[in-house]
């Protein structure tokens, strides 16, 4: 059974960074795997995901302030997080799957991910 445990959560002031770890086990057959964020009243949305045969992706929001990083060596999935700023605040997860990341638009759906973790609270402060 596969677990996804995230870690790095907490506060940040606007322009400030934060990185979050997120350490995967059973990963057997985990084609893809993804960081999404779910605000207070809001649907969850895709941060990015990364996998094999799929180039590395990233939200309009976030695109070249966070970056997706893994160390396959240690099944750990980062998400680099630089010139936060308020908006970015809310629930941080981390999701896996065994098929390959979605194409254009589809890779922002959740419905493609069977694992996920339990979240960690990113709050940026104004």
């Known amino acids: 059974q596969v677990q996804l445990v995230e870690s790095g959560g907490g506060s940040a002031p606007a322009g400030g960074s934060l990185r979050l770890s997120c350490a995967a086990s059973?990963?057997?057959?985990?084609?893809?795997m993804g960081w999404f964020r779910q605000a207070p009243g809001k649907e969850r949305e895709g941060v990015g995901s990364t996998g094999i045969y799929r180039p590395t992706t990233y939200a309009d929001s976030v695109k070249g302030r966070f970056t997706i990083s893994k160390d396959n060596a240690k099944n750990t999935l980062f998400l680099q997080m630089n010139s936060l700023k308020p908006e970015d605040t809310a629930m941080y997860y981390c999701a896996a799957a065994n098929s390959l990341c979605g194409y254009g638009k589809t890779w922002a759906n959740p419905a493609l991910f069977s694992y996920w973790g339990q979240g960690t609270q990113i709050t940026v402060s104004s």
């Open positions: 059973g990963t057997y057959s985990l084609y893809c």
